[in-house]
DNA sequence: ACCTGAACACCGTTCAAGT
DNA sequence: ACCTGAACACCGTTCAAGT
């Protein structure tokens, strides 16, 4: 076939994997050029090669795809940190490292759904879709709870994770959209002194 | 007049002030009670006594007048929090006081557009939408500033504030939604953990 | 059975026409 | 000059009709 390597081959007829596949593919595409705002389902459907209409029996509704999307992108974040948790020699350095991956999603994903928020409520009511968002974060927060009881043998309160959790998610809206105009700190800088801080406010008193 | 109490006056034909005290009035409440999502502009000028077209003589656009309800919201919430700064015993208390008066403001407006979201992306093009915004921000930063200079006189590193802020924001990000389903934890045990954990991490050596 | 394309209800926004 | 109400362009979603 004459055909450059950058064409892909058209999904047949009635392939329904491939199909799925092709819209979040295309999805996906979308949501990293444009965003959430400017993604259309006429866009999405263009996209894949479909009609908009077709894309209402692979997804329920434009939020449950995005929600697909998410959860494919979360299970991505947890491969792409386990080995790091598993390669970390400080806690500090570990947490400047998870941080950049961290936000490589939420230039993505967070401004407009975050990691947890879509699960209760549209998870309530469909269950499956929720589940996908939780066993990703669950798995990433148990992999990263691993590396911090490797890390830090001492004493260490549970309360430690969901505050690193939290100043990490803080810190990526921190740095989307317009901050430079009230300090002038950087991305590096900020998540440089985060990590030794919590680092140092995390440690027992016989440091 | 045989009104109750609760039915206000009706702006007279004409009042520019008035209108656009009635707009962001309903407004307000609209946002207060049913979100940014499910704010119609046809519901804010049903609202408000007029009708959507009229809304756009007094606000270029509804992101606009989401704009100027914010910076009004964070006037409030500096003179809200300066009493707090003023009389706080120690740093942790403040953290804890802020992080409260912080909630709430967030609850309403932190999950569209954030604090300095909004400043450039519309601001770069419109000063006069940005610059209250910027400037209840800014005030507000050093009514915190100060009170952490009284209350932590020795060296204090100037990346303290931004991720201060960050953490608060990352906490109220954290309980807005359905965090419930990943931690156990609740507001005031992981904001007070928070606060001993900075206050603790910030502090110099020589404690 | 998968899939299309027209339609529906609704949104933010504009603007000629009223007073 | 302030204000209305109809209209415009567009959105997510549905569904009869095609293959």
Redesign the interface.
Same mark, same amino acid.
């Given at each position: 076939m004459p055909r450059t390597s950058t064409t892909k081959t058209r999904t047949r007829w009635g392939d329904r994997d491939g199909r799925r596949r092709d819209i979040l593919d295309a999805g996906r595409r979308l949501l990293e050029r444009r965003g959430y705002q400017a993604f259309t389902m006429r866009d999405l459907a263009r996209g894949a090669g479909v009609t908009a209409g077709l894309v209402y029996t692979y997804f329920a509704s434009k939020e449950e795809l995005f929600a697909a999307l998410y959860a494919e992108r979360l299970d991505r974040f947890a491969a792409d940190i386990a080995p790091l948790c598993r390669d970390a020699v400080s806690a500090e350095e570990l947490f400047v490292a998870i941080a950049g991956e961290y936000r490589a999603v939420y230039q993505v994903f967070g401004r407009e759904l975050?990691v947890?928020? +879509?699960?209760?409520?549209t998870?309530a009511s469909r269950e499956e879709v929720a589940q996908p968002l939780?066993q990703a974060?669950?798995a990433t927060?148990s992999t990263v709870q691993a590396a911090i009881e490797r890390l830090a043998p001492g004493r260490r309160?549970?309360?430690?994770?969901?505050?690193l959790?939290?100043?990490?998610?803080?810190?990526c809206?921190?740095f989307?959209?317009?901050?430079?105009?009230?300090?002038p700190?950087g991305w590096d800088?900020?998540v440089r002194?985060?990590a030794?801080?919590? +680092?140092?406010?995390?440690t027992p008193e016989e440091d």
């Open positions: 975050n947890w928020a +879509v699960l209760l409520e998870g939780v974060a669950t927060l309160d549970p309360l430690a994770l969901p505050l959790w939290a100043t990490l998610h803080g810190l809206d921190h989307t959209g317009a901050r430079h105009r009230i300090h700190y800088e900020l002194f985060a030794r801080t919590l +680092v140092r406010g995390l």
